[in-house]
């Protein structure tokens, strides 16, 4: 069975735009965290996109090694089970209709989901490796100094000798790392 190719993660592409953003909200739409049925995510989002339902899932490549050696990239959801949906209440009744969705749960904070998921989508954009953090473990908040990740806030963990930026979604509170260099980052 071949591996499917990487799939939309985002849609719009400019979903965290502050224009979008305050036009989209000026409509009545407002975040939801759309938990999925077992390993639904992108059909659910292939699901919406017809209907033009703005949507996010960050969307990873993971190497794996087949038994005969050959590496092959699988492209697997950041966040199990998790879609974010930026929807008005019609939408959001058209993404129940498509027969994916576990639950739909009300965003709170949705300033902080939004901060939090742009930085994300920042740094999926880099094509740096990422891999999932499903631990918030305490270390020194930080903040990218310069390149293309300037800005991106998250806290310093250490694994296996190396130094890593924790970027976390609080409201999952899980997260995704890279590997940084101690020049690279500025303490908070």
């Given at each position: 069975m071949p591996v499917l190719k990487e799939e939309k993660s985002i849609n719009p592409e400019d979903l965290f735009d502050e224009n979008y953003l305050c036009t989209r909200r000026?409509?009545?739409?407002?975040?939801?965290?759309?938990?999925?049925?077992?390993?639904?995510?992108?059909?659910?989002?292939?699901?919406?996109?017809?209907?033009q339902v703005p949507f996010f899932c960050p969307i990873i490549g993971v190497p794996k090694r087949s038994p005969k050696g050959r590496v092959r990239?699988?492209?697997?959801?950041?966040?199990?089970?998790?879609?974010?949906?930026?929807?008005t209440?019609?939408?959001?009744?058209?993404?129940?209709?498509?027969?994916?969705?576990?639950?739909?749960?009300?965003?709170?904070?949705?300033?902080?989901?939004?901060?939090?998921?742009a930085q994300i989508s920042q740094l999926m954009k880099s094509k740096q490796e990422l891999r999932f953090e499903s631990r918030?473990?305490?270390?020194?908040?930080?903040?990218?100094?310069?390149?293309?990740?300037?800005?991106?806030?998250?806290?310093?963990?250490?694994?296996?000798?190396e130094a890593r930026l924790l970027v976390t979604v609080n409201y999952l509170q899980q997260g995704t790392s890279l590997e940084i260099k101690d020049f690279e980052v500025e303490k908070l």
């Open positions: 000026e409509s009545g739409a407002r975040w939801w965290a759309v938990y999925t049925l077992s390993r639904r995510e992108k059909d659910f989002m292939r699901r919406l996109l017809p209907h990239t699988t492209f697997t959801p950041l966040f199990a089970n998790y879609v974010f949906i930026y929807a209440e019609d939408e959001r009744v058209r993404a129940f209709k498509t027969n994916c969705i576990s639950r739909c749960l009300e965003v709170n904070d949705e300033e902080r989901l939004v901060f939090d998921l918030l473990e305490p270390g020194t908040p930080v903040r990218i100094k310069s390149g293309p990740m300037e800005g991106i806030e998250g806290f310093v963990i250490e694994t296996r000798s």
